[in-house]
């Protein structure tokens, strides 16, 4: 069943075009990842999904409706959270408050307890940095952090821009394999990467896109063994 579809999608900065018509779909249950060169236009569409920018033309569907009308704390509020580029955590806040932001839809006490222990279990070092400014977190906690966050709704698709940014290659694996767990655990996921070989390993689907536009698409394991993707991405 398709949870997410983009149709069309055309976002603009200006005169300058970022995304020209784009189009593609999550199917319930999916990994799907976006790989392609800086500036191909991944962030533009992460950030029009997420309401934080409104394209000029197209539609993202999602359970029956136009995300495209909405403001993002309505798209927040229907289940879809975001992992933003760059992590953003909020410095001068603890751990917990950080986390507490991520829970402002969450009025019920004992459902945001839960989500606060399910971070927990999921993430035990963030349990014992609770009570620590979050900008004194190494980059690989900040990224937890920054995850743990957009859990705290739980999220029916979350969106990823470049997980394993600046993270040490020991470190990537720790969030791959994160990433993978939360999708066996049933939420789905829409993951940007610039380290293609690794999302295309765990992706169910992929879609390569260049200056603003998709250029192929397939399985994971169709793009990982496509020559003109290895030569691009893998470096020959
Ligand atoms: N606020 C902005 N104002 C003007 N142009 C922008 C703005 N944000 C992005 N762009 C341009 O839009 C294009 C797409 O940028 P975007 O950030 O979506 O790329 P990306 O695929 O996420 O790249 P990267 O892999 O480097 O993160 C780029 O040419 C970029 O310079
Ligand atoms: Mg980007």
Excluded: C, W
């Excluded at 997410?4 to 319930?28: M, P």
């Excluded at 279990?121 to 995850?147: C, H, V, W, Y």
């Excluded at 940007?192 to 250029?215: C, F, H, P, S």
């Amino acid at each position: 069943m398709v949870m997410l579809e983009v149709k069309d999608l055309v976002v603009n900065y200006g005169v300058i075009q970022a995304v020209k018509g784009v189009s593609f779909e999550i199917n319930e249950g999916e990994i799907v990842t976006l790989i392609g060169a800086n500036g191909a236009g991944k962030t533009t569409i992460v950030k029009t999904i997420s309401g934080l920018l409104k394209p000029k033309s197209g539609q993202i569907i999602y359970q029956n409706e136009n995300l495209v009308r909405q403001k993002a704390s309505q798209i927040v509020g229907a289940g879809i959270s975001q992992v933003a580029e760059g992590r953003h955590i909020f410095a001068g806040m603890t751990v917990m408050e950080n986390l507490q932001l991520g829970a402002f839809l969450q009025n019920n006490h004992d459902e945001a307890k839960k989500s606060y222990e399910e971070v927990f279990d999921r993430f035990p070092i963030l349990k014992k940095r609770r009570n620590q400014d979050a900008a004194t977190l190494s980059g690989g906690e900040q990224q937890m952090l920054a995850i743990g966050r957009a859990l705290m709704i739980k999220p029916k698709l979350l969106l990823l821009d470049e997980p394993s940014m600046g993270l040490s290659p020991l470190f990537i694996q720790e969030i791959f394999a994160i990433i993978k767990e939360l999708n066996d655990r049933g939420t789905t996921i829409l993951l940007i990467e610039q380290n293609a070989k690794q999302a295309l390993a765990i992706a169910d689907r992929g879609y390569v896109l260049a200056t603003g536009k998709v250029q192929l698409t397939g399985t994971g394991s169709e793009l990982l063994a496509n020559s003109e993707v290895q030569r691009v991405y893998f470096g020959g």
